[in-house]
C-alpha cells in the first residue's frame, strides 16, 4: 500500500502549456510539501501546506500554485511552463509538527517533468 | 547563508567503512537527519540525531554530531552495494516544518 503516490510518473510537455501534478497520502498526516530535485540533485522546499493552510511558500514564481482540496491531498499546478522548470517534483507530507520536535517526512516517488 | 553542504561523491569498496560529512548552518536545529535516495525513487528517512546528543548508531549506521562546528557525519560499517545510493543530510533551523537539505552526496560501493 503505497503511503505518498504522485501522479503522473512523468510528464513531458511543451514550453507554454500549464500541467498539473497531484500528490496523495494515505498515512493521516496533516502536512504536505513540495519540493524541486534540480538535474544536480539539489532538493529545495517550495511549498507546504498544514490541515489544507499554506504554511512555507518559498521563493517560486506564480506560475506555480499548489492546492490542497482536503489533508490527504495537495496538488501542483504550473502554468506557462518553461525550459527551467525540467526538473523532479518530490510530494512529501509528515505528522502535525511541534516546535522543536522531531519531524520525519515521508517522500513520493517523484515526478520528473521536462519541457521541450 | 542557508546552503547545507556535503562533498558531491564518494567511492568505496564493499565491506570498507564509508564516512559521509555534512556542514550545516544553523545551530536552532533541534534534530539533524539523514535521509537515502535510491536511483528513480523518493527520499527515504535513515537515521537522525537530537542536537544535545554527539553520537547516535543504530545497526551499521553511526552518525557523529560537532555542534561547535556544525559538523555531522555518518559512518556506514561494512558498506554493501545496496548501500549505494544519495545520502542527503538535513536540518531543521528554528525547529520549524522547513527542512532545508543539503547538496547530497552520491556514495558508489565497488564490489
Known amino acids: 500500500d503505497t503511503a505518498v503516490s504522485q501522479t503522473p510518473k512523468y510528464l513531458v510537455t511543451q514550453m507554454g502549456n500549464d500541467k498539473s501534478i497531484k500528490c496523495e497520502q494515505n498515512?493521516?498526516?496533516?502536512?504536505m510539501y513540495w519540493y524541486k530535485q534540480d538535474s544536480k540533485k539539489f532538493l529545495k522546499i517550495m511549498f507546504s501546506?498544514?490541515?489544507?493552510?499554506?504554511?512555507i511558500n518559498e521563493t517560486v514564481p506564480n506560475r506555480f500554485s499548489p492546492k490542497s482540496p482536503d489533508k490527504a491531498h495537495l496538488n501542483l499546478h504550473i502554468n506557462s511552463l518553461e525550459l527551467g522548470d525540467s526538473a523532479v517534483y518530490f510530494c512529501?507530507?509528515?505528522?502535525?509538527?511541534?516546535?522543536?520536535?522531531?519531524?520525519?517526512?515521508?517522500f513520493g516517488p517523484g515526478t520528473r517533468l521536462t519541457v521541450t | 547563508g542557508e546552503d547545507v553542504e556535503q562533498s558531491l561523491f564518494l567511492s568505496v569498496r564493499e565491506g570498507d567503512s564509508s564516512v559521509i560529512n555534512c556542514t550545516y548552518t544553523?545551530?536552532?536545529?533541534?534534530?539533524l537527519y539523514w535521509y537515502k535516495q535510491e536511483p528513480g525513487a523518493g527520499l527515504q528517512l535513515l537515521t537522525y540525531?537530537?542536537?544535545?546528543?554527539d553520537m547516535k548508531q543504530d545497526q551499521r549506521l553511526t552518525v557523529l554530531l560537532n555542534k561547535k562546528d556544525k559538523h555531522l557525519s555518518l559512518r556506514i560499517a561494512d558498506t554493501q552495494t545496496g548501500d549505494s545510493a544519495i545520502y542527503f543530510c538535513?536540518?531543521?533551523?528554528?525547529?520549524?516544518?522547513?527542512?532545508?537539505f543539503g547538496t547530497g552526496t552520491r556514495l558508489k560501493v565497488l564490489a
Open positions: 501546506y498544514n490541515n489544507k493552510e499554506l504554511i
Open positions: 538535513a536540518e531543521n533551523p528554528g525547529g520549524t516544518y522547513k527542512y532545508i
Open positions: 512529501a507530507s509528515s505528522q502535525e509538527f511541534t516546535s522543536g520536535g522531531y519531524l520525519e517526512q515521508y
Open positions: 498515512l493521516g498526516h496533516d502536512t
Open positions: 544553523d545551530s536552532s536545529s533541534t534534530y
Open positions: 540525531i537530537f542536537s544535545n546528543m
